[in-house]
Nanobody
Framework: QVQLVESGGGLVQPGGSLRLSCTASGRTFSTYTMGWFRQAPGKEREFVGAISYSGARTYYADSVKGRFTISRDNVKNTVYLQMNSLKPEDTAVYSC?????????????????WGQGTQVTVSS
């Protein structure tokens, strides 16, 4: 069992930055691929990015590539989402998720554990 807790959301102006954190309970965090997803009101959940269990590989949606960076600290059981050059269309609830399954990392269906989400609002 893995419990995930996100933090770091808030209100930011367009062009600004935020860093989200997702801290996991348990001693097996380093064996999980971690993903970030977001969901805006009235829209489907959208893949943002993911990072392999070791941190050696990262994957991003085209909509955030070059602006967002995912990293992890397996000693602290934490994965981060650094968001730069934020746009109003980045406004959503952001959630982290953990999985060790085979399948497309952008498919939310293969993730076993989810955090409760944190709100990010980009507005002037």
């Amino acid at each position: 069992q893995v419990q995930l807790v996100e933090s770091g959301g808030g209100l930011v102006q367009p062009g600004g930055s935020l860093r989200l954190s997702c801290t996991a309970s348990g001693r097996t965090f380093s064996t999980y691929t971690m993903g970030w997803f977001r969901q805006a009101p009235g829209k489907e959940r959208e893949f943002v990015g993911a990072i392999s269990y070791s941190g050696a590989r990262t994957y991003y949606a085209d909509s955030v590539k070059g602006r967002f960076t995912i990293s992890r600290d397996n000693v602290k059981n934490t994965v981060y989402l650094q968001m730069n050059s934020l746009k109003p269309e980045d406004t959503a609830v952001y959630s982290c998720a953990a999985q060790k399954n085979i399948g497309s990392i952008s498919n939310p269906g293969i993730y076993d554990y989810w955090g409760q989400g944190t709100q990010v609002t980009v507005s002037s």
